[in-house]
């Protein structure tokens, strides 16, 4: 099978310094992309370009720092991504976390609602009139099967009540899906395409970097985890390939869609849970 080739392309990863989002941005750069890296520490940021600049070819690296729990944040990263890339072929929304306890945002958001889903939801819409006018250009949400087995708490979206880490977790990931199926289904083929993924198991730093759960539990968990490279695969094969260049509205793991879980299908869910993310955002309203 032939390589999709990336050149020309400029293709936006947040969370691209470390795990997922780091593979997803060399293999993009190494087939000639120009990846625009998002992350908040600007020694990985630095790392990671200089990874990227340093594979040969036409690839290449530049990385802009950015609280993504931040709404004013997110503005600014989309602000200056306009200025510095005026055309956009590809936005990956990746950057997650796990929180062991709950925490606020400087808008005083619970965290992981504000970075796993609001993030996704704010940035895609501001680079919407960018994206559309890329013909073929695409939207990929990194969400994960830890969706299966929850349902969202419309009267406690933020977890206020009762706090468990990793039930905000799957509900931010059950938010992925209901975000992707429903900017679809306002997209109606205008447009670029989005879906989602699950990346599969991946021995990444995401348990430990906010506490989740003690570093030698996660490194026993991970003992049964693929590798970052191996977790990249999917979101390359949304980016990249050829064979779902006109696919919308997917959920996808293994790089093949596959059937996310009946509560995600909830397609007034879905609108109910826009409605709530446009109010706080002030997008897609
Ligand atoms: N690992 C898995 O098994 C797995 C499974 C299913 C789905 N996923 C999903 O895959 C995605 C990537 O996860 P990962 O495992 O690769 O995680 P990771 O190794 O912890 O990497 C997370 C990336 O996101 C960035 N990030 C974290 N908080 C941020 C913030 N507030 N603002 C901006 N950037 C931020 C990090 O950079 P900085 O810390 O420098 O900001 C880093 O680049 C997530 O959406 C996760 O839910 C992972």
Redesign the pocket.
């Known amino acids: 099978m032939t390589e999709d080739s990336m050149v020309g392309k400029v293709v936006v990863v ?10 997803t941005a060399r293999e993009l750069a190494r087939r000639g992309a120009a990846v625009v ?5 600007r020694d ?2 630095g790392d ?1 370009v200089q990874e990227l600049n340093a594979l040969g070819g036409t690839g290449c690296g530049a990385f802009v720092r ?5 709404m004013a ?1 997110v503005r600014r990263l989309a602000e200056t991504v306009a200025a510095e890339w005026p055309r956009v072929d590809v936005l990956i ?6 929180f062991g306890t709950r925490q606020r945002t400087a808008d005083g958001i619970e ?1 992981t609602f504000a ?2 889903h609001l ?1 996704y939801f704010l940035l895609t819409h501001l680079m919407l009139p960018t994206l559309k006018e890329v013909p073929g250009s695409r939207i990929v949400n ?5 969706h299966f087995g929850v349902r969202l708490d419309f009267d406690d979206l933020e977890s206020a009540r009762r706090y468990s880490g990793y039930r905000a ?1 799957k509900r ?2 059950l938010c ?1 899906l209901y975000f992707t199926y429903e900017l679809a289904r306002r997209l109606d083929g205008s447009g670029p395409v989005v879906n989602a993924l ?10 430990v ?2 506490r989740w759960v003690p570093r030698p539990l996660w490194r026993l968990f ?1 003992l049964f ?2 590798s ?1 490279e191996d ?1 990249a695969r999917t979101p390359v094969h949304l980016a990249a390939s050829a064979e779902v260049a006109g696919v919308s509205g997917q959920y996808f793991s293994k790089c093949r869609p596959v059937r996310s879980s009946a509560v995600s299908q909830d397609e007034d869910a879905a609108r109910r849970l826009w409605g709530i993310s446009a109010g706080m955002t002030g997008v897609g309203v």
Request: avoid cysteine.
């Open positions: 947040t969370g691209g310094t470390a795990g997922i989002g780091r593979m890296v998002v992350g908040r520490d990985r940021g990671t950015a609280d993504l729990s931040v944040e929304n990746n950057a997650g976390a796990m965290a970075l796993n993030s990194v969400a994960s099967d830890a977790y931010s990931k992925n699950h990346p599969g198991f991946v021995a990444t730093e995401i348990g970097r906010n991970t985890a693929i970052e977790g």
